[in-house]
Structures are given as C-alpha cells and as structure tokens.
C-alpha cells in the first residue's frame, strides 16, 4: 500500500510538472515570437527609402540594427543585396514572408534558415520607392535570430530537474506520513485476527470497530459453516455430475439442500418452505416414513413423471419426463388388442363354417351360403390387414410431391359412392371451386377423400344429406358436412385414435376398421395441413381440412 501510494502521487505530480514545463516553455516562446515581431516592425522604420538599393547599403543597415541579416529584393522576390550571404540573383517568392509582403504590403514568418543554418524570425515590407534609391515595389526584409521550443525547454530543464527533485522528497515523505497513520491500526488488527486462532480480537480505534466486531462473528461461525459447505459441495457436486431431469436432495420434508430449477417448477416449491407433495401425497408420505426407496409415476398437467426415490444420508428424488415411454407402451399395447380383436372375428366365423363345411353333414344349400360368409370375411381380414399395412406405409412414404386437382379428383371419386347414396336416401350438395390445386400426391388425396366421404355416408341418417365444398386461394379448404350421429365429447377426443370407431354396430361393415381418421389424421399431419373436426351429437359433424403450404 505504501508504495502503491507513492507511485501514485510521485506519478501525478511529476506528470503535472512536466506538463507545466511544457506549458510555460509554449507560452515564453510565443511572448518571445511577438517580442521579436515587434522589435523588427520598428527596426524596419530604419530603412532609408533615398538610399541606394546595394549590397553596401544592406550591410550598412544591418550593422545599424545590432547585426541583423537585411536583404534586399525586387519586386517579384529576386535578392538584389544580402547582409548574411552572397545570394545576389537567387529568388525568395516561396518564402511565406515575402509571399504575404508581395499580396499584403508585409508579412512575418518564424522558420530555420537554409542560408544561415539558424532559426529566425524574419518581416518583410514592400517600399514606396523613390528617385535615386530603392525601386518601387521593391521588398525589404530584415531577420532576426530566435532560440526554438526546445531550446527553451533544453534551458529550463536544469530547473525542471531541481523541482522533480523536490517533488520525489515530499512524495516520500506524504506516503510515509499517510501509510503510517492509516495502514498501521489496519495492519495491527490484521496480525491479531490471524494470531488470535479464533479468539475475540479488539482495537482502540472507533473507526475500525466494526470490523472487528465483524470479524469476531465470522471466527465464531466459520468452524462449523466450513464443515457443512464442505459436505454440501460434495453432495451437490456427486448430484450435478449427474443430474438428467428434476433432482431434489433432502433430510426432510422442511430441510432441503438442493434442488434444481425443473423440481422446483413440477413441486410447484417455494424458497425456504417444505415441499407439500412429501406430506400430501399419502403414498410417498408412508414410504418416506418408512424409510423405504420407491419410485412412483404421477401425472402433472399433461404429462408422466417417475419420482424415484433413493432414502439414506442424505435422500435422493429423481423426477424423469417418461410422458413418451408410457404413451408408446399404451399405444402398442391398445395396438395389439385392437388387431387381435378385430382379426379374431372372421377368423372365428372363417374357422367354424370351415368346420362344419368338412364334417360333412351341412347340406349343400347351406355349404354355399356358408361359403360366401367364408369368402366375406377372408376379404374382410383382407382389408383390415390392407389397412394395417397402409397406415404403416406412411411414415417411409419418401415419394416427392406434385401438383394435384382437386376439384377434377372429386369429381373423379364422387361417381363411386352414389349406390351407398342412393341405398341410405342421401342427398349430396358439392360446391366444388374449379381448379383448386395442391401439392401432394393423388393416392395420398384419394385416401383422404374416401375416408371422409365414407363416415359421412356411414354414419349419416336415413334421408339425411352430404355437403363437400372446396375453396381455393392461399390455404385452399376441404369441409365434408353430414347430418349424422354427430360427436360426444369423449369421441372428439379420441376419434383419430387407431380401432377406435364411434357406432360399435357399425365396427367393420363396409371395410371400417376405426383407422381411416387415424390414416387421415396421419396424412394430414405429415404434409403440415390442419385437421379440424367440428361436431355436436345427434346433429351431424363436419371435417375440414386447409392445405395449409408447406413451409421451407
């Protein structure tokens, strides 16, 4: 610190001496400048217009100003007669003095003299002229020498040196007096802390009281605060190491030690309260009793947590997103029952008039009817297994896109579904926009029409009527309208589902298998287009797609 401070001052006051110096060297040498102009303004009052214009003239006129240098020129600057120098002939039109004296009538300059190898100051006038002495026009200048800037500097600097000198002496002495009366009472009280091994120190000074009763209690809580930083650092740094989702460290339900920022948001955790899942969750609360590691799955908002909890010292919760693990577990599982359900019934009926049909006894008549009732439901296994197939065939569908009319593909698929129409008394209204085109791929639209086209025959009322209407622009839109069923609640949120069908009397007639919404849902999601169903029971349900454009 003391010879921080010293510096410090040493380095600011010698830094303003020489700033000064240099100052003052600036302002005396500018005093000297104007001085010299003026001395030579009057020396120029000497000059004898009568006089003769010569070389002896000139030197008798710069003896009479204490040895100045005279020259004399013409108008346009050519030396006629030169006091310092033999320079007769040679030309000064570029010299600044003489310039301003030619446009001017006088001019001054401070330069160093190529002639004379010196620095001066020089003023030139232009002369009147007269009869038998100078020519008019004719230049007089007159010059004068002039130490430069750093010769006066180079002549102060004996004197700078006496009073850096002096600077360094009182430097010292202000860093020793300052650090002495400063450092000393801080100095001591720091050897007492760090010889006092934890004890109370004191000092006399009423300005460094606080500090020391401060650190009076740092000494009486370090010992035990270091011990428990320690353990905790270890802990945190074995969980961090780690950690892959929510983590919670505990003793208790009210003392944590760490949890991190996802824990906290799932517990909904409050700073410095216990968490309320440890007590109000009966089922963790008895295993936390018990003292027992358990894990246990729990729903939060719309998704699946597993909290495994590993007790001992200190207890663990690990909480794990498993959300898309337990939905591809319901879903295979769903998956399985459902085909197995739904291929169990034709094999059933396949396998027993298969039977009967070899045993012999079923007379001839029936054989045939029970034949065709095999032949049904071979083709009705036929398509559920078509249909599995396809719905599969999707995802590593990789074909490219072309452009695709729907307005024409309407037309082309409408024909077929007039039978079924005409057998339920449907009346169908199309209001069908003319070239209405979307890129995609026309089996993939075929599959979506005829899917859409059928629920609305299938699940529509005896007399009832069909809407499709097609709107083109930016997002062209598709809506297929019936007067059915409609839709519940509970069949808005699960009829894209895969085997799910609505009217469980209809489950399988005509080929349906709960898996043409699921295919169009399907379709629809990976092309970037928006599904929309909109239903109310025992009124009817409309399904509207917008051919949203692909993006990128």
């Given at each position: 610190?003391?010879?921080r401070?010293?510096?410090?001052?040493l380095s600011?006051?010698?830094?303003g001496?020489?700033?000064?110096?240099?100052?003052?060297?600036d302002?005396?040498?500018?005093?000297a400048?104007?001085s010299a102009e003026?001395?030579?303004?009057?020396?120029?009052?000497?000059?004898?217009?009568?006089?003769?214009?010569?070389?002896?003239?000139?030197?008798k006129?710069?003896e009479?100003?204490?040895?100045s240098?005279?020259t004399?020129?013409?108008a346009?600057?050519?030396?006629?007669a030169?006091?310092?120098a033999?320079?007769?002939?040679e030309?000064?039109?570029d010299?600044?003095e003489?310039?301003?004296?030619i446009?001017?009538?006088?001019?001054f300059?401070v330069r160093?003299?190529?002639t004379?190898?010196?620095?001066?100051?020089?003023y030139c006038?232009?002369t009147?002229?007269?009869?038998?002495?100078?020519p008019?026009?004719?230049?007089?200048?007159?010059?004068?020498?002039?130490?430069?800037?750093?010769e006066?500097?180079?002549?102060a600097l004996?004197?700078?040196?006496w009073?850096?000198l002096l600077?360094?002496?009182?430097c010292?002495i202000?860093?020793?007096?300052a650090?002495?009366?400063?450092?000393?009472?801080v100095?001591?009280l720091t050897?007492e802390?760090a010889?006092?091994?934890?004890?109370?120190?004191s000092?006399?000074?009423p300005e460094?009281k606080?500090?020391?009763k401060l650190?009076?209690?740092?000494n009486?809580?370090?010992g035990?605060?270091?011990a428990?930083i320690?353990?905790?650092?270890?802990i945190e740094?074995?969980v961090?190491?780690?950690?892959?989702h929510?983590?919670?460290?505990?003793r208790?339900?009210?003392?944590l030690i760490?949890?991190?920022?996802t824990?906290?948001?799932?517990l909904?955790y409050?700073e410095?309260e216990p968490?309320?899942?440890f007590s109000e969750?009966?089922?963790?609360?008895?295993s936390?009793?018990a003292g027992?590691s358990?894990?246990?799955?729990?729903?939060?908002?719309?998704k699946?947590?597993?909290?495994?909890f590993?007790?001992?010292?200190p207890?663990?919760?690990?909480?794990?997103?498993?959300?898309e693990?337990?939905?591809?577990?319901?879903s295979?599982n769903?998956?399985?029952?459902?085909?197995t359900?739904?291929?169990?019934?034709?094999l059933?009926?396949?396998?027993g008039?298969?039977?009967?049909i070899?045993?012999?006894?079923?007379p001839?008549e029936?054989?045939?009817?029970?034949?065709?009732?095999?032949?049904?439901?071979s083709d009705?296994?036929a398509?559920l297994?078509?249909?599995?197939?396809?719905?599969s065939?999707i995802?590593s569908?990789?074909?490219?896109?072309?452009e695709?009319n729907v307005?024409?593909?309407?037309?082309?698929?409408?024909?077929?579904?007039e039978?079924?129409?005409?057998?339920?008394?449907?009346?169908?209204?199309?209001?069908?926009e003319q070239?209405?085109?979307?890129?995609s791929r026309r089996?993939r639209l075929?599959?979506?029409l005829?899917n859409l086209?059928?629920?609305?025959?299938?699940?529509n009322?005896e007399?009832g009527?069909?809407?499709?209407?097609l709107t083109g622009?930016?997002?062209?839109r598709l809506?297929?309208?019936?007067?059915g069923?409609?839709?519940?609640?509970?069949?808005k949120?699960?009829i894209?589902?895969?085997?799910?069908?609505?009217d469980?009397s209809?489950?399988?007639?005509?080929g349906?298998?709960g898996l043409?919404?699921?295919i169009?849902?399907?379709?629809?999601?990976r092309?970037g287009?928006?599904l929309?169903v909109d239903?109310?029971?025992?009124?009817g349900t409309?399904?509207?797609v917008?051919?949203c454009?692909k993006?990128?």
């Open positions: 610190m003391r010879k401070i010293l510096i410090v001052t600011v006051t010698v830094l001496i020489l700033i000064l110096s240099l100052l003052f060297t302002v005396f040498y500018r005093g400048v104007e003026k001395q030579l303004k009057t020396y120029g009052n000497f000059f004898d217009v009568s006089a003769p214009f010569t070389q002896a003239e000139a030197e006129l710069a009479r100003l204490d040895a240098r005279v004399y020129m013409s346009d600057g050519t030396v006629v030169d006091s310092a033999e320079v007769e002939g030309t000064r039109e010299r600044s003489v310039i301003a004296a446009a001017e009538g006088e001019g300059s160093r003299s190529k004379v190898g010196e620095n001066m100051v020089y006038f232009r009147e002229g007269a009869a038998g002495g100078a008019a026009g004719a230049l007089v200048r007159i010059g004068l020498p002039l130490s430069s800037e750093i006066y500097f180079v002549d004996p004197t700078i040196v009073f850096l600077d360094i002496l009182c010292l202000f860093a020793w007096v650090t002495s009366g400063i450092l000393k009472p100095e001591k050897k802390v010889t006092s091994s934890g004890g109370q120190v000092t006399k000074y460094l606080p500090i020391a650190m009076n209690d740092m009486a809580d370090i035990e605060k270091v428990k320690k353990e905790d650092n270890r740094k074995l961090l190491d780690s950690m892959e929510g983590i919670v460290i505990f208790d339900a009210s003392d760490l949890i991190n920022k824990a906290a948001r799932l909904e409050e410095n968490i309320a899942l969750d009966r089922e963790i609360a008895d936390l009793a027992e358990a894990s246990f799955y729990r729903t939060i908002g719309e699946d947590y597993n909290f495994r590993t007790l001992g010292e207890n663990v919760l690990l909480i794990t997103d498993v959300t693990s337990m939905a591809a577990a319901r295979k769903e998956f399985i029952a459902n085909v359900h739904e291929m169990n019934t034709p059933t009926s396949i396998k008039f298969a039977e009967l070899s045993s012999g006894t079923v001839p029936r054989a045939e009817s029970m034949a065709k009732t095999i032949i049904k439901q009705r296994l398509n297994i078509r249909s599995i197939i396809n719905f065939a995802d569908d990789e074909l490219p896109d072309y695709v307005s024409e593909l309407i037309g082309e698929l409408i024909g077929a579904f039978p079924k129409l005409r057998k339920k008394d449907i009346a169908l209204r199309l209001d069908i070239g209405v085109k979307v890129m089996e075929v599959e979506i005829n086209i059928s629920n609305g025959i299938r699940y009322k007399g009527s069909l809407d499709i209407s622009g930016a997002s062209p809506t297929v309208r019936d007067t069923i409609g839709l519940s609640e509970e069949d949120a699960r894209f589902d895969r085997f799910y069908t609505v469980k209809h489950n399988g007639a005509g349906g298998f043409g919404l699921a169009v849902k399907k379709l629809c999601r092309a287009w928006t929309k239903s109310k029971l025992g009124e409309a399904f509207t917008e051919f454009p993006k990128g």
